[in-house]
């Protein structure tokens, strides 16, 4: 995980805002990118964190969710904005509208390996009640 102070917009928001612990984006947008717009955008391009496969991440906003070990809550859709398009071709930011990835926050800690899945938690007063 990065530490405080390490990200683009980490001295204006000092690590502190919802949403900033984590970033992912998921491997069928990247081909969408390159299938619609023709721009070949690797997973550490995008510079979201984690790249997944199969889950519907914009569904995860204001929910909890675990990738591995660690449960998170989906903050806000992470759109793509004009620092990303100064480092990849011209039309990423267009072609990642709504489709680039989710900030959410770290709830508990624990490991992530490479492909691990990222599962919906359940609703803990749901849980707790049956």
């Known amino acids: 995980m990065a530490t405080a102070s390490t990200g683009t917009h980490s001295r204006r928001r000092n690590g502190k805002s919802p949403g900033r612990n984590i970033t992912l984006i998921e491997a069928e947008a990247l081909e969408a990118l390159g299938d619609d717009h023709g721009i070949a955008l690797g997973p550490g391009e995008s510079r979201r964190q984690i790249v997944t496969r199969g889950m519907d991440l914009n569904p995860l906003v204001g929910k909890r969710f675990t990738v591995g070990e660690v449960e998170c809550v989906g903050i806000e859709l992470c759109e793509p904005c004009s620092h ?3 480092l990849t071709p ?3 930011m ?4 709504h489709r680039g990835g989710l900030r959410a926050d770290i709830l508990s800690g624990g490991v992530i390996r490479p492909g691990d899945p ?3 938690a359940p609703d803990r007063v749901r849980a707790a009640a049956t």
């Not at 267009?94 to 509208?97: A, D, F, I, S, T």
Request: zero cysteines.
């Open 118 to 120: 990222v599962r919906e």
């Open 94 to 97: 267009r072609g990642l509208v």
């Open 84 to 86: 990303l398009q100064s």
């Open 90 to 92: 011209p039309g990423t």
